[in-house]
């Protein structure tokens, strides 16, 4: 269902705590922390690129989480 969206001019919000779907089905990707917006992206950038809090890259990375 979500990735027959895709194709849509319509947004739509996922929330999940599972790195991979987040990856597989976002173009932009926000990570919130304690209730606090971490660091926002797009998707690929955030999963491979440089990051602007090392928080970020130790929850992407199975630190911590």
Same mark, same amino acid.
């Given at each position: 269902? &979500? ?15 599972? &790195? ?17 917006? &971490? ?11 440089? &990051? ?14």
């Amino acid at each position: 269902l &979500v990735t027959g969206v895709q194709t849509c001019a319509l947004p739509i919000l996922l929330v999940t705590n599972l &790195v991979q779907q987040a990856r597989r089905l976002a173009d932009r990707t926000a990570f919130f922390l304690e209730s606090e917006l &971490v660091e926002i992206a797009d998707t690929e950038e955030l999963f491979t690129g440089s &990051v602007k809090d090392q928080r970020t890259r130790d929850y992407v990375e199975g630190r911590f989480g």
